[in-house]
């Protein structure tokens, strides 16, 4: 059951590096290291990965004599994969009748015939698109290029008709 901790103080001693010099590599604390050291307490994955990296050791020499270590990471990444499934079916559940993307894309498209509405419209269209909409992407797109049309055209209508007004000449007809 000491195995692991044995190693992993064997592995750094054998660095060269003091427990305060690998907390900072890892950005953690001290005594983590230290109850790592001591069997009060395990590395995680990432962690354990991070110090094989570290002291040049596989991670299968780090945990092979500790089953009851291997046991509970496999049990962690069970239990991982379980709830990744039920978030992806809860995910799925709450946008599997909400695939709006192609209406969204629509009334993006058609606002932007109208420059007051092609300012407005996109807006909120981007707020209402989400990501397991089947045009996500290209709702983004179609809205940015819709504001900027639309921007434009606004623009150009204000200096013709107010800015910078034509000028007429009336001529008397005799």
Known sequence: MNALPNKLREARQANGFSQNEIATILHISRQSISKWENGR?????????????????????????????????????????EKQQKLNSINTKLYQNKDEGLLLFIVTVISALIPLLGLIVPIYILWRNNKYNSLYKTIITASILVIMISAYNIYAFSVENWFIPSQTTVVKVK
């Open 41 to 81: 307490g395990y590395p995680d994955l990432d962690n354990l990965i991070a110090l094989s990296d570290l002291y040049k050791i596989s991670i299968d020499e780090l945990l092979r004599e500790n089953e009851q270590l291997q046991n509970k990471i496999e049990k962690n990444n069970i239990e991982i994969k």
